[in-house]
């Protein structure tokens, strides 16, 4: 196996500054077989469009005549790669990953895809997710004698994967079988790429045709970047198989009751990305239009919080009758940086990533339309930026419940304690951030704009997650106390 060299990246690049009060991305994952072409670089498109899903770290790896060859660093795609780089990974077979670490360090040991040799050839693993019981399962690799080099549980995968025997099929049952949690993978072998969905279908990923093969995305929205027509979603339970025998699809786990990531919709994926049959900008829309029957006022004026809460606000405004606006300028780049900000510009915090829009704002009673809040760090100082701009009341809508529990299935939301619906209640949630009302969509208008009774996980809306309660005990443990159930004192 060879590995182009990683250039400046280092473990000591801080995380990424963020100036925004969202749950943050996930990870995407990629797999690609295209005879006659070259995977990586379509790889490379691929994960681009993917970009949205993570920013801390971006890996591709290939393989061509059992060799595996893969290069990944810290940064985004676009600093990761260059012509020199991607022109070492050679085959028609790939995957790739964007990283946002949920478990594990930002650091680049734990940048994806993770490969190694096997008594098989070389393998690799991407991974969107979080196995629930990595914990144990890292323990009983230890105990084998099989050391492990990061802290991220997609290593625990790769393990599991090498010691389990038989055919790449086989194996993906065998970790299916034990794996709880989510986990949406892409996995390189010497002659075949695998798509794998966890049974509760927690994270999505996606099938596609190209001339002459297949590809994975966790996105629909990267096929049109590559050239790709759309297939169909993958199942939760199923393993895909592209090789030179096609695409094989077959149920490697007894799916579970469907549980997709509610915010998949709400914010996470790109708006040109179809889930479960639909256009995520569409349901965006129709989660405003909810959020306005829901929840009216009388306002002059309908303002986004850009980018994500744009659809939403498009939604209210076509319901409500009350005109839209932009009223807040986003600077996108602001969270695309590693250096870190001076404290002074720390202080600032919202004003280094929104101005206002003075003239559309001046005198008028606005409508500011969010799709989340979380810690509540941002939405009092945006409401207060469009009151300084002139704005006489400013009323706070947000296109999903009150977020109140934190997921542990491979989103990074906040602890408990950082939850602001988790510790206050509405009123005191709008007297924090000084609006004039407040309001949160429902989960019956949310499932009801999503068009079902059921099929999504809402945990961090109730409190109530999918796993049997005497497994996810465990979940509720400081990272401290987890280790010590594992390990003993």
């Given amino acids: 196996m060879t590995h182009t060299p990683l250039g400046a990246h280092s473990e000591s690049i801080p995380t990424m500054v963020s100036h925004d009060d969202h749950p943050h991305e996930e990870c995407g994952v990629v797999g690609i077989y295209a005879p006659g072409q070259e995977a990586a670089r379509l790889a490379f498109f691929a994960i681009h469009a993917l970009q949205h899903r993570g920013q801390e770290a971006a890996g591709i790896a290939s393989c061509k005549d059992g060799v595996a060859h893969i290069h990944k660093g810290q940064g985004l795609v676009s600093s990761v790669f260059n012509e020199d780089n991607l022109s070492t990974l050679q085959g028609h077979l ?3 990953h964007t990283r946002y670490s949920t478990t594990g360090g930002s650091g680049i040991r734990n940048a994806q895809p993770q490969v190694i040799e096997t008594i098989d050839g070389p393998f690799g693993v991407a991974h969107n997710g979080n196995l629930v019981n990595a914990p144990q399962l890292r323990r009983e690799l230890l105990e084998r004698g099989i050391g492990l080099q990061t802290s991220s549980d997609t290593e625990v995968i790769v393990q ?11 194996r993906i049952r065998v970790l299916m079988s034990r794996a709880e949690g989510a986990f949406a993978l892409t996995i390189l072998t010497r002659d075949a790429v695998y ?34 027509r759309f297939v169909r979603e993958v199942e939760p339970g199923e ?22 990531c509610t915010f998949e919709q709400i914010y996470f994926s790109r708006p040109d990305s179809i889930h479960v049959g639909n256009l995520v900008h569409s349901t965006r829309q129709r989660l405003g239009r909810e ?3 829901e929840s009216p006022i009388e ?14 606000a498009v939604g209210f405004a076509q319901e409500s009758g009350i005109p839209y606006t932009e009223g807040l300028i986003k600077n996108r780049y602001v969270g695309r940086t590693f250096i870190e900000p001076t404290q002074q ?28 809040i979380v810690r509540g760090t941002t939405s009092g100082p945006l409401v207060a930026m469009l009151r300084d701009a002139g704005a006489t009341e400013v009323h706070v ?17 906040a602890s408990s304690e950082d939850l602001i619906a988790g510790q206050k209640s509405v009123e005191e949630i709008r007297q924090h951030i000084g609006a004039d009302s407040l309001a949160f969509l429902s989960i019956e208008a949310l499932m009801s704009a999503l068009d079902a009774d059921e099929g999504y996980c809402n945990a961090c809306f109730t409190g109530i997650y999918p796993f049997e309660s005497e497994r996810f005990v465990q979940l509720r443990l400081s990272p401290k106390e987890q280790f010590a159930q594992v390990w003993g004192d």
Avoid at 206 to 227: M, N, P, R, Y
Avoid at 246 to 260: C, I, M, S, T
Avoid at 361 to 368: A, E, P, S, T
């Fill in 239 to 260: 393993i895909v198989k592209l090789s030179d025998e096609g695409l094989h699809v077959e149920q490697g786990a007894v799916p579970k009751k469907r549980a997709f």
């Fill in 299 to 312: 306002a002059d004026l309908v303002v986004p919080v850009p980018d994500s809460g744009t659809p939403h």
């Fill in 160 to 170: 599991m994967l090498a010691g389990a025997g038989g055919d790449w099929l086989s």
């Fill in 94 to 96: 790939a995957i790739g």
């Fill in 291 to 293: 959020l306005a029957r």
């Fill in 345 to 372: 510009l720390r202080d600032a915090g919202v004003a280094m990533k929104f101005n206002p829009l003075g003239d559309n704002l001046f005198g008028k009673r606005v409508v500011m339309v969010d799709d989340s």
């Fill in 397 to 413: 809508r947000v296109a999903c419940p009150a977020i109140t529990d934190p997921c542990y299935m491979g989103v990074d939301m």
């Fill in 195 to 228: 798509g794998v969905r966890d049974p509760w279908g927690f994270r999505p990923l996606a099938i596609g045709e190209i001339d002459g093969g297949h590809v994975l995305v966790s996105e629909t929205c990267a096929f049109s970047t590559i050239g790709a």
